[in-house]
């Protein structure tokens, strides 16, 4: 059966990555034995407070840095490198400030091989995934900041990677834009059934967003602990059984502040 | 308190002829140069008439009328636009090249970095003794100093612009793996192109100086610094002072010039 295949073919393990720093006199441990499994079609949400190492986390597996130790496997390969099948979006949009919102996301298609009138249809329904159709001319800095991370959305997500690394992409915005953009991204992620892991630091969103929910410890970057959550989508943020798995969470996030306090 | 609103002034005039205050600073703009004109037309009449330091603003209008009849201005004028765009492509092109070279290779800017650093502190003008034992006092020197004055701000801005690309940016570029050149091509270019641009724009600017510089100290052809030369040689203000005006009304063309080509093409999108 061909799902079989693919979902073996595209779950990601971590084991026991770390990574360093260097420093003057001493290495900095930023990331300690991290172990994780992501299941294709699973959608992880990695939270922790800011210096927790998620965000380096995420970079280790997009392969924009190569500098830690121990394997990261996608698909059963080891990751060396990035691949066009494992698409990023950052938390700053990064669109390129001189092409408009069409070549913003053809940039992804660029080494894709696909044919110029491939590529065309493929920008266009990503434009209308993203329901930024009628825009198509605009600049970046014609664009609000939810418009132009929806564009950064498109194209991390043109090339249909069968993994999406998603750096904090609604931190800069508007509670009101933020939480349309997460409706919208769990549509997509439904829709394209492909496999998310979600950086953030709003526990919020990730209960909101994720079948799992990773909490990180900081100094130096470690799993606190996994929590599942088993709800039905779409989830209401005023359900009894929400608000208490984001209490749990929010809880364990504060346990190395009481523990610094009493020491 | 004073401050912001001067600044507010100053920005309305900015966005010129748009709305009732920017048309009223253009015309703030012209108080000081008709207000100069009128005194010194006043005091050439009044305080030191037929003093031969002093001319007056017909006497000049004179000369400018003969000057533009026989010729003489069009010949001056065309000799040295001709040898500004020289020195200006060449130095502007092999600035191009140079700091194009010194913003992608580290290996290149390790190596040649240094020496031009050194090179820029030195100014333009301790050259001339050089050149002029080197290439004589005619127009090869005059082109050697122009493109050397081109030559200086382009490799700086244009390596320093490259140098300057975000890393974030580059971070696209390799999650697509862009090659290397394609990242060249597609990412680090057109991030570098205002500052490129800026480059030749001062380029273009500093050229033309050069060519006043270059034919004053080099004086030997016909230009429109031989003519000050002239001027001031046979004692003739209205000579000299239709030179400088016409020098001033040639590098506002030549600046108003690269910044329509700068509007066109080479607009910073996210400025």
Known sequence: MATVSVSRTSELNLHHVSKRFAGDDHTLPVLDRIDLSVKSGEFVAIVGASGCGKSTLLRLIAGLDDQFDSDIEFGGERIRTTDLARGI????????????????????????????????????????????????????????????????IA??????????????????????????????????????????ILVTHDVDEAVFLADRVVVMQARPGRIGKVVKVGLQRPRSRSDAAFVRLRDEILADFSVPHDAAAVA | MATPSLELETGSGAIAGSGEQGKAGRWRGWVIPLGALLFWWFVSRHVVAGHGMMTSPAQVLHTAIDQARSGALRRALSASLARELTGFTLGASLGLVLGALLGVSPFANRLIGPSFNAFKQVSLFAWIPLISVWFGLGDVAKVVFLSLAALVPVVALTSDGIRAVSPALLDVARVFRYSKLQTVRYVVLPAALPSIFTGI???????????????????????????????????????????????????????????????????????
Do not use: C
């Not at chain 1, 408009?100 to 044919?115: C, P």
């Not at chain 2, 100290?217 to 046979?234: K, R």
């Open chain 1, 89 to 152: 979006v950052f938390q700053d949009h990064r669109l390129f400030p001189w092409l408009n919102v069409e070549q913003n996301i053809a940039v992804a298609l660029k080494n894709s091989g696909r044919s110029k009138e491939e590529k065309r249809r493929a920008v266009a329904e990503h434009i209308a995934l993203v329901g930024l159709k009628g825009y198509e001319g605009h600049h970046p800095h014609q664009l609000s900041g939810g418009m132009a991370q929806r564009v950064a």
């Open chain 2, 201 to 271: 724009y001062l380029a273009l600017i500093y050229s033309w100086l050069a060519t006043l510089g270059a034919e004053y100290l080099l004086v030997a052809g016909s230009g429109i610094g031989n003519t000050l030369v002239d001027g001031s040689e046979q004692f003739r203000m209205d000579l000299v002072v239709f030179g400088v005006i016409v020098i001033g009304v040639t590098g506002w063309a030549l600046n108003a010039l690269a910044h329509a080509i700068q509007q066109r093409w080479f607009r910073d999108p996210a400025a």
């Open chain 1, 155 to 196: 194209r991390g997500l043109v090339n249909r990677p069968k993994l999406l690394l998603l750096d904090e992409p609604f931190g800069a915005l508007d509670a009101l834009t933020r939480s349309r953009l997460q409706n919208e991204l769990r549509r997509i992620w439904e829709r394209e059934q492909i496999t998310m």
